[in-house]
């Protein structure tokens, strides 16, 4: 059973504020990871809609979703009229491939003064671009009698940064 006690209220809605609150959205993008170990950075847009702010700040919170479990809180400042930009974040590369491993970071976003967050959530995925390693499976003994241990030998031609999981049939 729901009771309303409507007799505070007004009888129409208030009218709409003339000035909007300009509403921040984060972008979402892939890049490949590359090589070189030094980190770079990689510019993830956003944009300023419903309005142009006078200034205003949001913080977004950048963690990566891979074994490096990095977490870093990085606060954008809006200048006066600002309708985009770009969220700074560092990317380092390997030559090692990831066998399937998802690399990449999620980017999370509130207002701190001057704006609100619509799509609050962003995606930075970091392709692996190296090619995976040549599998050699070969049979450890020829012959093996009935109820005896069959073994196998595998080898990689590049070592591996991730678990490699092999099935024998």
Do not use: C, H, Y
């Not at 970071?105 to 390693?133: I, K």
């Not at 012959?143 to 099935?167: C, F, M, N, Q, Y």
């Amino acid at each position: 059973v729901w009771i309303l006690d409507a007799a505070a209220a007004p009888p129409t809605l208030p009218a709409l504020q003339a000035k909007r609150v300009p509403l921040v959205s984060l972008g979402s993008m892939k890049v490949a990871e590359g090589d070189d170990p030094n980190p770079r950075t990689v510019r993830v847009p956003f944009t300023v809609s419903g309005g142009t702010p006078t200034r205003g700040a949001f913080v977004v919170n950048v963690s990566s979703f891979n074994s490096d479990q990095r977490s870093d809180l990085v606060t954008i400042n809006l200048a006066s009229g600002q309708t985009k930009g770009f969220i700074p974040v560092d990317v380092t590369g390997n030559t090692e491939p990831a066998m399937g491993d998802v690399a990449g970071f999620g980017l999370n976003a509130w207002a701190l003064r001057g704006v609100m967050t619509d799509s609050w959530v962003g995606v930075l995925e970091v392709g692996d671009d190296d090619p995976p390693p040549t599998i050699n499976v070969r049979v450890k003994k020829g012959t093996v009698k009935e109820g005896g241990r069959a073994s196998w030998v595998i080898t990689l031609d590049k070592p591996l940064i991730s678990d490699l999981w092999v099935d024998v049939q």
